[in-house]
């Protein structure tokens, strides 16, 4: 009888036990933390078009209402004011001419122009628009060393081929009326394609 309840006791202690261990404390385990990655910014994408510049153009115009075309080139130098998307600019150039009617009695010699410059900044990439004053010089219907003053405009394109050299193209238009009082309202237009030195 003794020994029949010791086995029930000790069995009730047998399964006793893991509702006692059951009842310990309890460990809380420790997720490791990970951090968020932090915020991708994207910067938009623009170059830098900020300074001055010096270069050159070559190119061919043809005499608008005047039946005639020819080869003009020259020099060129701005300086441009980038901010941001928005480029501002002033540029002077020359060209000296070969521009000439069929005929021959008109004969542009050469072409100057001071534009200012509103552009778009695409990054490596500026187009742009201009507009200024245009003055002229050359032989107009027997008229030698005729010259006058009009205006003109234009769209252009320039990409960076690095920090310092930039080539571009320009198409524009010159508006002379009534060139140097002979009657001829002059209006050629020219394609020129440009590179140029950034300082």
Known sequence: MKRIAALALGTAAILAAPTAFAGGPVVPVEEPVVAAPAPVVVAPVTGDWNGGYLGAQLGYADGGDVDGDGALGGIHGGYRWDLGR??????????????????????????????????????????????????????????????????????????????????????????????????????????????????
Do not use: C, H, M
């Open 86 to 199: 928005t480029v501002l600019g002033v540029e002077g150039a020359y060209n000296s001419s070969d521009v000439s009617s069929d005929d021959d009695a008109i004969k542009l010699d050469n072409l100057a122009t001071l534009t200012g410059q509103v552009g778009y900044d695409l990054g490596r990439t500026l187009v742009y628009a201009k507009g200024g004053v245009a003055y002229g010089d050359g032989d107009f219907l027997g008229q030698d060393s005729a010259s006058d003053y009009g205006y003109t405009a234009g769209l252009g394109v320039d990409y960076q081929l690095n920090q310092n050299w930039t080539v571009g193209g320009e198409v524009s238009t010159y508006v002379f009326d009534d060139f140097d009082d002979t009657g001829v309202s002059y209006n050629p237009t020219a394609v020129q394609l440009k590179a140029a030195y950034n300082f």
